[in-house]
């Protein structure tokens, strides 16, 4: 009667262990990699999208009033000022999240809330 009773004991304790070991896992790095690279290509988007859309706006204005260097110089500098300013602000994002992320698994009340939450 006891062996039944133990079998289960010993496979809920299996599957705890098990559990606790895919926790401490390190993330693949492969993963890891694609994510860094698409935060790249949206920073350079966002850039060139600013430069693009100023350099649009400049060229009507100037083919509009017949002043054709003076508003494509200056709004494609605005342009790339926008732009800048907008890979800097999701540079930032990123780089709260991550801290954000890193602060979470680092905290001691980590594995505490995990438990509190299955049940155990």
């Known amino acids: 009667m006891g062996d039944p009773d133990q079998a289960e004991r010993l496979a809920r304790l299996e599957d705890r262990i098990n559990q606790l070991k895919a926790k401490d896992a390190p993330a693949p790095h492969q993963g890891n990699h694609y994510s860094q690279a698409q935060h790249a290509w949206r920073m350079v988007i966002e850039l060139v999208a600013g430069l693009l859309i100023g350099f649009g706006m400049g060229y009507g204005l100037d083919v509009l009033l017949g002043t054709m260097p003076l508003f494509l110089v200056i709004f494609t500098m605005l342009g790339l000022a926008a732009g800048i300013k907008t890979?800097?602000?999701?540079?930032?994002?990123?780089?709260h999240r991550n801290l954000a992320e890193e602060a979470d698994a680092d905290s001691p009340d980590a594995g505490n809330e995990k438990r509190t939450k299955d049940g155990d």
């Not at 800097?88 to 990123?94: D, F, G, L, T, Y």
């Open 87 to 95: 890979m800097m602000r999701s540079a930032a994002e990123i780089q």
